[in-house]
Nanobody, 122 residues
Framework: QVQLVESGGGLAQAGGSLTLSCAASGRIFSAIKLGWYRQAPGKQRELVALLTRGGSTTYAESVEGRFTISGDTAKRTVHLQMNSLKPEDTAVYYC????????????????WGQGTQVTVAS
C-alpha cells in the first residue's frame, strides 16, 4: 500500500512559524507532483503549494511570500515552511501526491495523507 505520512503542525502564535513534512512510501514508481492542501472548518479543501517533478512550484495567492515548499520528488518527500502565520491559516493541512504506483496500472493517481492540524492563535 502507498502511504503519505505527515509530521509537524500544531499551535503557533500569529507571526510565528511552523514546518510540515511529508514522506510517501510504498511501491511508488514516480512522483509527478507533491503538494499541500488545507481545509478550514466549513470551507472546501484548497491548494496551498505544489512542487512538480521538474522542480517548479505553485502557491496559493494567500500564502505567496510567506510559505515555501521544498522537497525531492525522487525521494518522495515534501516540506512546507510556513512563516508569518495568520489566524486565517488555521486548518487541517493535507499532503498530496500525484503518483505512479504499482497499483495504478501505470496511470498517475492522487494519494492523500491523513491530515495534520495547524492552529494559529491571534
Amino acid at each position: 500500500q502507498v502511504q503519505l505520512v505527515e509530521s509537524g503542525g500544531g499551535l503557533a502564535q500569529a507571526g510565528g512559524s511552523l514546518t510540515l513534512s511529508c514522506a510517501a512510501s510504498g511501491r511508488i514508481f514516480s512522483a509527478i507532483k507533491l503538494g499541500w492542501y488545507r481545509q478550514a472548518p466549513g470551507k472546501q479543501r484548497e491548494l496551498v503549494a505544489l512542487l512538480t517533478r521538474g522542480g517548479s512550484t505553485t502557491y496559493a495567492e494567500s500564502v505567496e511570500g510567506r510559505f515555501t515548499i521544498s522537497g525531492d520528488t525522487a525521494k518522495r518527500t515534501v516540506h512546507l515552511q510556513m512563516n508569518s502565520l495568520k489566524p486565517e491559516d488555521t486548518a487541517v493541512y493535507y499532503c498530496n501526491g500525484v503518483l505512479v504506483t504499482a497499483y495504478g496500472l501505470g496511470s498517475p493517481e492522487d494519494y492523500w495523507g491523513q491530515g495534520t492540524q495547524v492552529t494559529v492563535a491571534s
